[in-house]
Structure formats: C-alpha cells, structure tokens
C-alpha cells in the first residue's frame, strides 16, 4: 500500500511540474495514460522462419541468434536465397540486426507496403466506429509516407503503436555514425512530422546529419533514428519507471551489434539520448565494451544512476539542458525503483557539460543555429576541440 501511495505521489509529482512549466492541459490527462505492453519477441513470421528448412539448414532463430551469426548466415546464401527469404518473411529480415542492409531494406518495403494494404482494409470496413476508422486511415497514411522513394527504413515493426527505424545518409561506407534514442511518446504514428518536424526522432535526425555535413562536408556520415522499442506514453506510470528501458535497451544492444557487422565507422555509433531514451541509454552503458562509446544526454529526467562512474567505462558521458525545458523541475531522485537517480547536468554527476545555447523548451536542442546542434554534430564526428561548453 505504502509503495503504491508513493507512486502516485511520484506520478503526480512528474506531472505537475510538468504542467506548471509547460502550462499544457495536454501533459495533465497525459499522466492518467495505461500502461504500454513492451515488445520484447521477435515479429510476426518468427515461429514460421525457425521451422522453415527450405534452404536444407536451419535459419537464425531471431530471438536468440547473435548479429555475427546472423551476418554469417546471410554472407553464407546466394543474393536469390536472400531474395527468397526477404519475400517469404518480410518482417523477420527486415527486423534482424546482422542482415545485409540493402536486404533489410527490401524487406521493410515490403512489410510496409503489405501494412498499407491492411490499415486501408480496415478503414473500409464498415463496422468501425469513428475513432477506429480514423486510426486505420492514420496508420494506412504514416505507413504510406515510408514508402516515399529513397527512404531507407532499418526496422519496421506494426504491433501496438508501431515501431520503425531509419537511416540518413550511406550507413555501409559512413565513417561516422549517429543513433537517436528518442523518448516519450515516439512511435510509428510520431516517427516524422511534417509539422514540427524537431519534435519526431526522424526529423531530429535529419538536422543532426545536414549540421555533421555543414562541419564536416568531406567526412562520410549516417544517422540512425532509432524508435526500436515501446516508449512511454505521456507522463503516466512509464515515465517514472525504467520497466520500458529494461526492454528497449537489449534492443539497442542488438541493433549496435548489428551495425558492428554491417558498418565499419573510424569508432563506435554516438548515442544521443533524449528525454526518456537518456534512461535506455543508461541501462545500456555498463554493458558496453571495448572502444569507448560517445553517449549524450539532453533532456535527460535521469539515467537510473547517482553519477556518471555507475554507468562504466565504456562510455564517455555528455549532458545538456537548457533553461526553458520543463523537465528541470522533475524530481531528481530514486526511492524503491521510483524516478531515475540524479541530474546528468549536475555538477557532480561527472558528464561533460555542454553548451546548448539558443535552444528552447524541451523539444528545440536539434534546432538549426543552437550550440546543442552543433555540440552533438562535433562529438559525433569526434571533433571534440570544436565542443562548446556550458558556463558555471
């Protein structure tokens, strides 16, 4: 009774704040959102492909497999085969980290593209009520939008509210790589606004890769948005536990190790971890090996830790808020696997604090002309003399 009491009175705490500095009737009914069901198997067509022998061996199971295995498999078939199976189990291929990429991204055009047909079924459908008919329209229209020419969807997967991923610029030769973590509220239907395009992880990626390209127009680069896992829906009870961040940063690990099999960046991808996605990152970070991994935090409620130690040596940690982002008056705290440690921006914490001048609000760090941008486009390209930082 006492931990359900202290809760809400968490739950409570986040959302208040939040709509005493956002002023956002939004961010209140917010706080009353379910619970998200986390997508922790492998997608449709999984238990089919383990028990597919057409091809006389047997295929990488997804939910266990290791990308070097599964890249080993791959390297191991005939460009038909490869064909074969990316027809036969779209959603598999085009979610298995280690697979080829351009091979990925066929079969993601084709799981888009079957997606479409169905959510423009079920719109037909008559039965439907309004609310229903309205979001098979919405999911027919943001799964249409994929399919645009050029676009190069990494990972698509239509359960729940969708998860889908992307890359921006040429990932097999980039020399330097970027992956957005993105927060709350990202999903198939936020992926890439057309309004407020900063406010989508897509859109946040684009910005980030035309800044690497403006600083450094003869380095090689690619970013990944990366919404690869269920994320919290407003400020309810997801947002002040890490039971989403449990199972989204396995899911990170995978996709790092598969651009490990699939990429050869001069050094590891930067992570830049907004918001919630600073408590996937944290998650991660003490499971990091080898080469030392650029990890940035912005907007960042706290990454599950007291200080920057806690999260291991395979990181070097960066940490940026500015002073008009509502989520500074969060309470910085954990109490019985409640809220999420402390400040990254603290003095104390040990992030490099970085300057990020010029952005406003919680969403604006990925707008043109702002120090973050900047910031984030010169640790990614490991340009770090270039770093502007925060002043005492």
């Given at each position: 009774?006492?931990?359900?009491r ?10 208040t704040?939040?709509?005493l ?5 939004a961010a209140?009914?917010?706080a009353?959102s379910n619970?998200?069901?986390a997508?922790?198997t492998p997608p449709?067509?999984?238990d089919a492909?383990?028990?597919d022998?057409?091809?006389g061996r ?9 990308p070097a ?6 390297a191991?078939l005939?460009?038909?085969q490869q064909?074969q199976l990316a ?6 291929v085009?979610?298995?980290d280690?697979?080829?990429l351009?091979?990925?991204y066929?079969a993601?055009?084709l799981?888009?593209?079957?997606e479409?047909?169905?959510?423009r079924a079920?719109?037909?459908d008559k039965?439907?009520d309004a609310?229903q008919h309205?979001?098979?329209v ?6 249409q ?7 190069q969807?990494?990972s ?5 509210r969708?998860l889908v ?21 990202t999903?198939?239907?936020?992926f890439?606004?057309s309004?407020?395009?900063?406010r989508?992880?897509a ?5 980030l890769?035309?800044?690497?390209q403006?600083?450094a127009?003869g380095t ?6 990366w919404t690869?896992?269920v994320t919290?829906?407003?400020l309810?009870?997801?947002?002040v536990?890490?039971r989403?961040?449990d199972?989204g940063a396995?899911r990170?690990?995978r996709l790092l190790?598969?651009?490990a099999q699939t990429?050869s960046p001069?050094?590891p991808p930067?992570?830049?971890c ?7 990152c944290?998650?991660l970070a003490?499971k990091?090996?080898g080469?030392?991994?650029d ?7 706290g990454?599950g830790?007291?200080?920057a130690?806690?999260l291991g040596?395979g990181v070097?940690v960066w940490?940026?808020?500015?002073p008009?982002?509502?989520i500074?008056?969060v ?5 019985g696997g409640?809220?999420?440690g402390a400040?990254?921006?603290s003095a ?6 970085i300057?990020?001048t010029?952005?406003?609000g919680?969403?604006?760090?990925f707008?043109?002309?702002t120090a973050s ?9 490991g340009d ?6 925060r002043?005492?």
């Open positions: 009774m006492q931990r359900r202290l809760k809400r009175m968490l739950i409570g705490a986040f959302a704040c939040a709509v500095a956002d002023a956002g009737a209140a009914q917010a009353a619970e998200q069901v997508i922790s449709a067509g999984a492909w383990v028990k022998h057409s091809l047997a295929l990488p199971d997804p939910a266990t497999a290791e295995a599964v890249a080993a498999f791959f191991s005939t460009p038909a064909d027809h036969a189990y779209p959603l598999v085009g979610n298995l280690g697979a080829p351009q091979l990925r066929r993601n055009a799981a888009v593209t079957a479409v047909a169905t959510a079920r719109a037909a039965s439907l609310d309205a979001l098979a919405s999911r027919a229209n943001d799964c939008a994929l399919l645009t020419p050029g676009r969807i990494l698509f997967d239509p359960r729940g969708g991923s992307e890359v921006f610029g040429d990932l097999a030769s980039a020399q330097r790589v970027s992956v957005i973590v993105p927060g709350s509220d999903d198939l239907g936020h890439d606004r309004v407020e395009p900063l989508s992880p859109g946040m990626a684009r910005a890769r035309a800044e690497e403006r600083e127009p090689r680069t690619a970013v990944v948005a690869g896992y919290p829906v407003g309810g009870p997801d947002a536990t890490s989403l961040a199972v396995p990170l690990a190790g598969g651009l990429s001069t050094a930067a992570l830049l907004h918001s919630y996605g600073s408590v996937v944290g998650t003490p990091l090996r080469e030392t991994t990890l940035v935090v912005l907007g960042s409620p990454m830790v007291q200080n130690d806690e040596t070097h940490a940026t808020r500015n008009s982002d509502w500074g008056n309470p910085y705290l954990e109490v409640l809220g999420h400040d990254p921006t104390d914490f040990g992030a490099e604090q300057a990020s010029g952005a406003a919680h969403m604006g760090y707008a043109d002309g941008l900047h910031n984030f486009a010169a640790i990614a390209l770090y003399q270039a770093v502007s930082y002043l005492s």
